[in-house]
C-alpha cells in the first residue's frame, strides 16, 4: 500500500514569503501529525490533526499553521518566513490517535534564504 | 515534562558486532512509551522497537532490542550483528500518556556508523 506522501520534496523561499506544505497519509488514516527537524533544536512537535480537528499544538508562533481535510489529507502553513525556519518537516499518520502506530513520511525540506 | 537525553552523538561499529545506543529519560508520568527510530538520509523516520512503561519483559523485534531499566529511567537500543545498512541516525522517543496527548519527544539522537 502506498505509504505517507509529502509534497514537494524540496523548497526554496525567500524570507518573508509564505508557504504551503501538503501530507497524504496512508488509506483509511484519520490522524495526521507534524514535526519540525533543525539541527539546533532537533525534532519538535507542531501539531496533530484527526478528523478535521486539531487534537494538540506544540509550542511555535502563530505563523505555523495546518488544516486537516475530509479525506485526512493535511497541509501546514507558515508565514511571513524567517531564515530559522529552515528545516525538514515530517509528517506522520495513523489510524487512530495513537503515536505507537506512526508512520512518517519522507519530508519537505525547506530553505529559507 | 518529558525529557529525553541520548549522549552519544556518535557512534561505530564494524559489522557483524553488536551496538549499544544508550538513551535515558524523564517523566512525572505513570504510564508512557519508549521508542526508537532510525532515519537513514532519505529523511525518513522509520519505526523500530516500542516498550510500554507496564511491558514486564525488554521489547524485541529481530535484531533490535530495548534493554529497559525502569528505576534507572533508561531505554538503550541494542542492535545484534550490525550491516552496512544500519548506518543511519537514530532517534529515542518518548510518549507520554496522561494527559492525552499523543505526540513524541525526541532525543537528540545518535549517528551510528558500520565500518566493513
Known amino acids: 500500500k502506498a505509504g505517507v506522501t509529502q509534497t514537494p520534496r524540496y523548497l526554496i523561499k525567500t524570507r518573508g514569503q509564505q508557504v504551503t506544505l501538503s501530507c497524504s497519509p496512508i488509506?483509511?488514516?484519520?490522524?495526521v501529525s507534524w514535526y519540525q527537524q533543525t539541527p539546533g533544536q532537533g525534532l519538535q512537535f507542531l501539531f496533530e490533526?484527526?478528523?478535521?480537528?486539531?487534537?494538540n499544538k506544540g509550542n511555535f508562533p502563530g505563523r505555523f499553521s495546518g488544516r486537516q481535510f475530509s479525506n485526512s489529507r493535511s497541509e501546514m502553513n507558515v508565514s511571513t518566513l524567517e531564515l530559522g525556519d529552515s528545516a525538514l518537516y515530517l509528517c506522520?499518520?495513523?489510524?487512530?490517535?495513537?503515536?505507537?502506530?506512526?508512520?512518517f513520511g519522507s519530508g519537505t525540506r525547506l530553505t529559507v534564504v | 515534562a518529558q525529557k529525553i537525553t541520548q549522549t552519544q552523538p556518535g557512534m561505530f561499529v564494524q559489522e557483524k558486532e553488536a551496538v549499544t545506543l544508550d538513551c535515558t529519560y524523564d517523566?512525572?508520568?505513570?504510564?508512557?512509551?519508549l521508542f526508537w527510530y532510525k532515519q537513514p538520509s532519505s529523511g525518513e523516520m522509520i519505526f523500530l522497537i516500542y516498550?510500554?512503561?507496564?511491558?514486564?519483559q525488554n521489547a524485541t523485534e529481530g535484531r533490535y532490542s530495548l534493554n529497559f531499566q525502569k528505576a534507572r529511567k533508561s531505554a538503550n537500543l541494542v542492535i545484534s550483528a550490525s550491516q552496512l545498512g544500519d548506518s543511519a541516525m537514530y532517534f529515542c522517543?518518548?510518549?507520554?500518556?496522561?494527559?492525552?496527548?499523543?505526540?513524541?519527544?525526541f532525543g537528540t539522537g545518535t549517528r551510528l556508523t558500520v565500518i566493513p
Open positions: 517523566t512525572s508520568d505513570q504510564s508512557y512509551g
Open positions: 516498550q510500554g512503561s507496564y511491558d514486564e
Open positions: 506522520a499518520s495513523s489510524l487512530y490517535r495513537d503515536s505507537r502506530f506512526y508512520t
Open positions: 490533526y484527526f478528523s478535521e480537528t486539531q487534537r
Open positions: 522517543a518518548m510518549r507520554g500518556t496522561q494527559t492525552g496527548a499523543n505526540n513524541l519527544f
Open positions: 488509506s483509511g488514516h484519520r490522524s
